[in-house]
C-alpha cells in the first residue's frame, strides 16, 4: 500500500508550466486528496522515483480512476463511466481547451466571460466520455449539444448528463446518422451555437494509430513513472473513429471548414483542435478562400506539450 501524504506546501507550489490560469489542474494532483473521494484508487498508486505518488499511466482502469476522482474533486461529477475500450481523456488539457474558448467568446462580450445557460456550445465527436460539455458546463454553466457518429458513445454520454443534476438539464446528445457530414443534419434551422468545438480524429489509418498507439504506451513504460502526479498526452484506448478516419486530421478538419459555410448565420466561433502545426497553413489558407471574417490560432501547452486550436468566424 502506497502512502499517499505529502508536503502540503511543496504541492501547492508545483504548478503545471503552460495551463491555464483558471485551470483547476494546473497545481498537480492531490493524491490524498482524491483517494479520500475515490477510496479504490489508493489500490492503484505507485511511487515515483521522485518519492511523489502517481499511478501507472498505461493502465486503462488506474487512468478511469483518477479521471473520476478529479472529476469528482474538480466538478462534482458522482458518476462518471465509460464503455470498455472508449477514449479516456486527460482531463487538464481538455480542460484548457475550454478555458481558452471562454476567454475568446469574453473578447466580444466586454472582457467578461459569458456564462449560463443561455451560451450553447455545439461538441463535434463527443465521445462515450463527454468530458468537454462537462467542464464547459461544470465551469461556465453553459449547454452542450454533443454528436457523434457512434451510437454507444451517445448512450454512454447521455447517462452520465442523467445520472448527474448539475449536467441534465444543460447536456443533449446526438447522434450524426451520417459519417461523412460533421455541420449537416445537426445544426437545425433555428439553431443558433455560440461556439462549436473539436477534438478531431489524428490518424489516417487503423494501422497508422495501431502505431502511434504502441509507441506511446512503449513511452509511457520508460517515463510514465518519472513524472508524479502529471498525465501524459496519451489518449488512453478509443474506438476506431475515434482514433482515425480517411484522410485523417487535416482531411476532417477541411471538411468541417467547407461545410461550416452553410452555418455561418447560426454559429458565432467554430473552432477545432489541429494536433499537427503543419496543417495549420493549408487550413488557414482554405479558410481565407471561402472568406471567413476572422481567423485565430489559440496556442495552448501542457507541461512539454504543445497544442492548439483554430477559430474562425464569418
Given at each position: 500500500m502506497v502512502d499517499v501524504r505529502k508536503d502540503k506546501k511543496q504541492e501547492s507550489q508545483r504548478v503545471k508550466k503552460g495551463l491555464h490560469p483558471r485551470n483547476k489542474h494546473r497545481f498537480g494532483y492531490d493524491f490524498d486528496a482524491l483517494c479520500q473521494l475515490l477510496p479504490d484508487l489508493k489500490a492503484w498508486l505507485v511511487i515515483a522515483p521522485s518519492g511523489n505518488p502517481s499511478v501507472d499511466f498505461?493502465?486503462?482502469?488506474?487512468?478511469?480512476?483518477?479521471?473520476?476522482?478529479?472529476?469528482?474533486?474538480?466538478?462534482?461529477?458522482?458518476?462518471?463511466?465509460?464503455?470498455?475500450?472508449?477514449?479516456?481523456p486527460p482531463i487538464p488539457g481538455r480542460s484548457d481547451y475550454v478555458h481558452h474558448l471562454a476567454d475568446l467568446l469574453a473578447e466580444s462580450h466586454g472582457g467578461i466571460v459569458p456564462t449560463g445557460r443561455g451560451?450553447?456550445?455545439?461538441?463535434i465527436g463527443t465521445g462515450a466520455n463527454g468530458i468537454?460539455?462537462?467542464?464547459?458546463?461544470?465551469?461556465?454553466?453553459?449547454?452542450?449539444?454533443?454528436?457523434?457518429i457512434d451510437s454507444v458513445a451517445i448512450k454512454a454520454a447521455t447517462l452520465i448528463a442523467q445520472?448527474?443534476?448539475?449536467?441534465?438539464?444543460?447536456?443533449?446528445?446526438?447522434?450524426?446518422?451520417?459519417?461523412?457530414?460533421i455541420f449537416d443534419g445537426v445544426i437545425g434551422a433555428k439553431d443558433y451555437y455560440h461556439f462549436t468545438l473539436c477534438n478531431p480524429p489524428f490518424h489516417t489509418s487503423a494501422k497508422e494509430a495501431s502505431k502511434g498507439t504502441k509507441r506511446k504506451l512503449r513511452n509511457l513504460g520508460q517515463s510514465a513513472k518519472d513524472i508524479a502526479g502529471q498525465m501524459p498526452t496519451l489518449n488512453f484506448g478509443g474506438q476506431s473513429n475515434e482514433l482515425w478516419c480517411e484522410g485523417g486530421e487535416r482531411l476532417f478538419i477541411q471538411r468541417m471548414i467547407e461545410e461550416s459555410q452553410n452555418y455561418s448565420q447560426q454559429v458565432g466561433w467554430f473552432t477545432t483542435l489541429v494536433s499537427k502545426k503543419e496543417n495549420l497553413a493549408p487550413l488557414r489558407q482554405q479558410l481565407k478562400h471561402i472568406n471567413a471574417v476572422q481567423v485565430r490560432t489559440v496556442n495552448m501547452a501542457q507541461g512539454q506539450k504543445q497544442s492548439r486550436f483554430l477559430a474562425w468566424h464569418f
Open positions: 498505461s493502465n486503462p482502469v488506474a487512468v478511469k480512476l483518477l479521471n473520476q476522482a478529479l472529476l469528482k474533486q474538480a466538478y462534482a461529477i458522482n458518476f462518471w463511466d465509460l464503455p470498455e475500450g472508449y477514449l479516456c451560451v450553447r456550445g455545439l461538441d468537454y460539455p462537462i467542464i464547459g458546463c461544470s465551469e461556465y454553466g453553459w449547454s452542450f449539444t454533443g454528436t457523434d445520472s448527474n443534476p448539475a449536467l441534465k438539464k444543460n447536456l443533449a446528445f446526438k447522434l450524426q446518422a451520417e459519417a461523412r457530414h
